[in-house]
């Protein structure tokens, strides 16, 4: 049973069109999170959700939008798609925001603009 | 000073030997430090984690040395074996903040 799925797994699309990355957690946990992973493997936060609440925006272009219907999910949507979005997309989630809190990410999301 | 450096960015060693990866962080206020394992196609999971009132942990071949008055920590993994080849990410952290997380490191055992 996956504790944090996100779908699709793969997705390839052409410049200017926008699309969607669902994710849910049957962890219970309050805090979810969207990371970005480029080509060269690092991992930069751009959402974090607690409760439904967005909590931290990091500076990330407002083409992208995060929308939580509830606690377990947390969607990402992307417009205008740029050929620099191009990268792995990990949504993630932990029981509270920082400390010595676990986060688990799901199997990450490939998007490819071409 | 949220920042969080890590080296080496790749590393190669023989099946057997024992890699060493450091990192290093800037803010004091920093109190848990994970380490987070990353195999190809995957995304990263929580390998082992460490608070600074210790100065090491062992979770079977994988130890954690820190260093709280140089502000670094580093990942030692004994009897390396070609299964642990994967991306390793140090990451800090402190209550109600995000995550930092360091570059990564690819490490390969080669058998």
């Known amino acids: 049973d996956t504790a944090v799925s996100q779908t699709p797994k793969y997705l390839v699309t052409q410049m200017g069109n926008d699309k969607s990355i669902k994710c849910e957690q049957n962890l219970g946990h309050d805090t979810m999170y969207w990371y970005k992973q480029d080509s060269k493997k690092f991992l930069k936060i751009m959402f974090s959700?607690?409760?439904?609440?967005?909590?931290i925006n990091e500076t990330v272009p407002n083409r992208f939008s995060p929308k939580s219907p509830d606690k377990a999910h947390l969607n990402l949507h992307i417009n205008s798609l740029e050929l620099g979005d191009s990268a792995v997309y990990f949504c993630?989630?932990?029981?509270?925001?920082?400390?010595?809190?676990?986060?688990?990410f799901g199997e990450g999301s490939w998007l490819t603009v071409v | 000073q949220q920042q969080v450096k890590q080296s080496p960015q790749s590393l190669i060693v023989q099946k057997g030997g024992i890699p060493i990866i450091n990192c290093a962080y800037e803010n004091t206020a920093f109190d848990y430090f994970p380490w987070y394992q990353q195999f190809p196609g995957k995304g990263p999971a929580l390998l082992i984690a460490i608070r600074p009132d210790v100065s090491e942990k062992k979770e079977g071949r994988f130890t954690i040395s820190f260093n709280k008055s140089a502000k670094q920590f580093s990942l030692h993994i004994m009897d390396s074996q070609p299964g642990d080849s994967a991306t390793y990410f140090c990451?800090?952290?402190?209550?109600?903040?995000?995550?930092?997380f360091g570059p990564g490191t690819r490490l390969s055992v080669l058998p």
């Open positions: 959700y607690n409760n439904k609440e967005l909590i």
């Open positions: 990451a800090a952290s402190k209550r109600g903040q995000n995550f930092v």
């Open positions: 993630a989630s932990s029981f509270s925001l920082g400390g010595g809190n676990t986060i688990y």
